[in-house]
């Protein structure tokens, strides 16, 4: 069965971190590009981070110097390490997975359109 698994969401207060994680199963990880994305209440969903099977990575201006995403081929799992969090991230965080196409520019992935496979969403709440 091919899924991806998302944990590592919850309360914090602003200021904090939190790690959110997201394992693939049943589809090669290392072909895969990695994103993540966020849906706050009333608001579409928005590109939060990506990173290429090369492990390059883009970041959506309002995380950067904020947020870091990783990937571990090893263990099918990508990261998203946020720091310094603020009551505005608070969203339901969504990871995503696509064939990643090198011939590609780094924008392409910074849309949902090259993403396949979604994760059920984990909500992150930042208190003020």
């Known amino acids: 069965q091919v899924q991806l698994v998302e944990s590592g969401g919850g309360l914090v207060q602003a200021g904090g971190s939190l790690r959110l994680s997201c394992t693939l199963s049943?589809?090669?990880?290392?072909?895969?590009?990695m994103g993540w994305f966020r849906q706050a209440p009333g608001q579409e969903r928005e590109f939060v981070a990506t990173?290429?099977?090369?492990?390059?990575?883009e970041y959506a201006d309002s995380v950067k110097g904020r947020f870091t995403i990783s990937r571990k081929n090893a263990e099918n799992t990508a990261y998203l390490q946020m720091n310094a969090l603020k009551p505005e991230d608070t969203a339901v965080y969504y990871c995503?997975?696509?064939?990643?196409?090198?011939?590609?520019?780094?924008?392409?992935?910074?849309?949902?359109?090259?993403?396949?496979?979604w994760g059920q969403g984990t909500q992150v709440t930042v208190s003020s």
């Open positions: 049943g589809r090669t990880f290392s072909t895969s590009a």
């Open positions: 990173i290429r099977r090369s492990e390059r990575t």
């Open positions: 995503a997975a696509g064939l990643d196409r090198p011939t590609f520019s780094g924008d392409y992935y910074l849309r949902p359109n090259p993403y396949d496979l």
